[in-house]
């Protein structure tokens, strides 16, 4: 079956653009999970949802984020008045149970101007 | 708050012998640390992972210990092959909580 997928795979905003990152979780998984993989560092979360409910968001860095995962399946990352410090990867990953095997998209890799 | 640190950052071997990466977290509510493979440009794949109730785990060439009182779990690769040169990841979460936190990260070169 399909992995996870995210889109787009590049997104180049000027600064100050709004931004919609889509992610497509592999079929039946429960939780999905976002994160932001600065250059040379590890993911770092952002906010978890099993099913449709966001249950942790405590990673957002400011309230310009926002994501939403409205009928428990696909689920899109919001960033509003993108500034440059948003510049890095945003990572999708899926699974059965928040501490299960987690299946990683490949990501969108945003940067701002 | 919740941390996982990740040493080294960086690990050069040469082809043959052992890799080892070690981390420590401070969440002692942890019970579950996956161990993740991220080559140049690609997403992360869990290459093993290990549960609380167990100390040691092991799957070929890779394994995995894990000290609950010292808050420590380590991963070893054996008979290192240039294809293991990757990007490693460790990370904790527990049963109930939603975070997974990541580590740094350790970039392991296998030289031929």
């Known amino acids: 079956g399909a992995g996870v997928s995210q889109s787009p795979r590049y997104k180049v905003a000027k600064r100050g653009q709004d931004v919609a990152l889509r992610c497509d979780p592999i079929s039946g998984h429960v939780s999905l999970f976002w994160y932001q993989q600065a250059l040379g560092q590890g993911p770092e979360f952002l906010t978890y949802?099993?099913?449709?409910?966001?249950?942790?968001k405590s990673g957002l860095p400011s309230d310009r984020f926002f994501a939403e995962r409205p009928e428990g399946s696909v689920s899109t990352l919001k960033i509003q008045r993108t500034q440059q410090e948003d510049s890095a990867v945003y990572l999708c990953?899926?699974?059965?149970?928040?501490?299960?095997?987690?299946?990683f998209g490949p990501g969108t890799r945003l940067t701002v101007l | 708050g919740e941390n996982v640190e990740q040493h080294p950052s960086t690990l050069s071997v040469q082809e043959g012998d052992s890799a080892v990466i070690k981390c420590t977290y401070s969440d002692s509510a942890s019970n579950y640390f996956p161990w993740y493979k991220q080559e140049l440009g690609k997403r992360p794949q869990l290459i093993i992972d290990?549960?609380?109730?167990?100390g040691e785990k092991k799957d070929q060439r890779i394994a995995v210990t894990l000290n609950k009182t010292a808050k420590h779990f380590s991963l070893h690769i054996t008979e290192t092959q240039p294809e293991d040169s990757a990007v490693y990841f460790c990370a904790a979460s527990y049963t109930g909580g939603f975070k997974t936190i990541f580590g740094a990260g350790t970039r392991l070169f296998v030289k031929a």
């Open positions: 949802f099993q099913n449709e409910a966001q249950l942790d």
């Open positions: 290990i549960r609380s109730n167990v």
């Open positions: 990953a899926s699974s059965w149970m928040n501490t299960d095997t987690q299946y």
